[in-house]
């Protein structure tokens, strides 16, 4: 259909926008929240340092399971955000054990020689879609709680009737559309 394809096409064009300003800090987060009729996405991405407390893939067990803790937590969204509205949770989108490659790690004895660690930089990114009865008023992040490492969010968002910025901490949580 044309329309689909157009809404398609805008939310593509939003969301890459949104992406450029995308940069990776430690303790500081992103979530973008595009809005398109009754339908709300919410995205994160947070430094894997905040997320699971390293930023390589994991090398052992206690490892793994952090990151298998941080799965539980993307995918409770109550932990994570509340709308101030009628919303319900449409579907969860994250592919954190593929992308921390959980089925790889070997579950043997630890070897205690030191690692060939990559100084490199990994990010966690999950993502929601709510459909909200009315378009609710605001938005909480939830997910300052959970994680106390994490002490910023660069929050974005365009909604059917507005779009801006704010720069989100553990006092100061909320997003007024
Ligand atoms: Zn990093």
Redesign the pocket.
């Known amino acids: 259909m044309k329309l689909n394809n157009l809404l398609l096409a805008t939310g593509l064009i939003l969301s890459s926008q949104l992406h450029a300003a995308a940069k990776?800090v430690?303790d500081e987060g992103e979530v973008l929240i595009m809005n398109q009729g009754s339908l709300w996405d919410v995205q994160f991405t947070l430094?894997?340092?905040n997320a699971v407390g390293f930023?390589h893939l994991p090398e052992n067990k206690a490892q793994a399971a952090k990151v298998t803790q941080f799965i539980e937590l993307a995918r409770t969204p109550a932990k994570v955000l509340e709308f101030n509205g009628e919303c319900k949770l449409v579907s969860v989108k994250e592919s954190l054990s593929d992308d921390f490659q959980i089925a790889k790690v070997k579950y043997g004895h630890d070897h205690g020689h030191g690692h060939d660690e990559s100084h490199g930089?990994?990010d966690a990114s999950f993502s929601y879609q709510f459909k909200c009865k009315d378009a609710p008023k605001s938005l909480s992040i939830e997910l300052f709680k959970a994680l106390p490492s994490l002490h910023h969010m660069s929050a974005q968002w365009i909604t059917n009737s507005s779009q801006g910025a704010k720069k989100l901490s553990k006092n100061k949580t909320e997003i007024e559309f």
Request: glycine share 0%.
């Open positions: 990776h430690h430094p894997a340092i930023e930089h990994l």
